[in-house]
């Protein structure tokens, strides 16, 4: 496998009867990474299940920033959530050209049917102070995000990362 695994030292903790958490170091090889992500089976990280994982510590490089992100495959989510036997996907993103903005709509003053903030009515649960503002739900134009998935055979070598994998 492209994609070496090392145990980091004392980092195995059982949280339940069967359950645990294991820490690995992941460390990519030169120019192979896959479309969607490299593969990693509970068998790898000593598990026979993965109930899920979490990039716990990246190494930052100045020729450019990449997010890992872990990938459950779509069959384990449903009304009745499935272990995962098969491995998770690990993926990487790099930033990419801004395809949108992000605003915050604001709606300044009082609203009509609030009272005005005197210290007549300042105990009233609709208080609004005179001049205030209300702030609703941030929205982004543009494409769902400002990041891409790299391309596949890119030379990720120099981005090793630690993994907390959950599971038994």
């Known amino acids: 496998m492209a994609l070496t695994l090392k145990h ?3 980092q195995t903790f ?3 009867p069967s359950a645990g958490w294991r820490a690995y170091q992941a460390t990519p090889a030169a120019a192979d ?3 969607g992500g490299y593969l990693i089976t509970p068998a790898e990280v000593d598990m026979y299940n993965i109930i899920g994982a979490l990039v ?4 930052y490089q100045s020729g450019g920033t990449i997010i890992w992100q872990i990938n ?3 069959g384990n989510y ?11 996907y690990l993926t990487a993103w790099e930033a990419a050209a801004a395809t949108g903005t992000i605003s915050i709509p604001v709606e300044a003053g009082t609203p009509a049917t609030y009272p005005v903030g005197t210290a ?4 009233n649960t609709n208080f609004v102070a005179t001049g205030a503002v209300t702030i609703t739900n941030a929205t ?3 494409a769902a995000g400002d990041f891409s998935e790299v391309g596949a055979g890119t030379d990720l070598s120099g981005f090793p990362m630690w993994i907390l994998f959950i599971g038994y």
């Open 120 to 123: 007549a009515n300042t105990g």
């Open 33 to 35: 990474y896959a479309t």
């Open 140 to 142: 982004f134009t543009g």
């Open 14 to 16: 059982m949280i339940g």
């Open 8 to 10: 980091i030292p004392d």
């Open 78 to 88: 449903g009304a009745s959530p499935v272990e995962n036997t098969t491995g998770v």
């Open 72 to 74: 459950q495959p779509s």
């Open 56 to 59: 716990i510590g990246t190494k």
